[in-house]
């Protein structure tokens, strides 16, 4: 829940940002296009749970693709699990 918040605020924040004065117009423009997550930090401390991820911003949205990989990683038995049935 915590993570589809922040990214919701981010989402508004890049929305606001788009509709506001030319300056943010051109940092609007700026985001545009896909990105990968290389660092985050919460609260001042470095998590690795979101890096790998990716953004991508078109006009006033953004997309978030979460990086599977390590969540995977985590549950493989349970996935191996019901792959065999």
Do not use: Y
Not at 17 to 41: F, H, K, P, Y
């Amino acid at each position: 829940m915590m993570r589809a918040m922040r990214w919701l605020s981010l989402s508004l924040l890049v929305a606001v940002s788009a509709g506001c004065a030319t300056r943010s117009s051109i940092d609007a423009e700026r985001l545009q296009g896909n990105w990968t997550v290389v660092a985050v930090q919460r609260n001042g401390v470095p998590d690795a749970g979101d890096v790998g991820s990716f953004l991508f911003f078109a006009g006033r949205e953004v997309h978030f693709v979460p990086n599977l990989i390590p969540l995977m990683a985590k549950h493989q038995e349970k996935i191996r699990d019901a792959a065999l049935g």
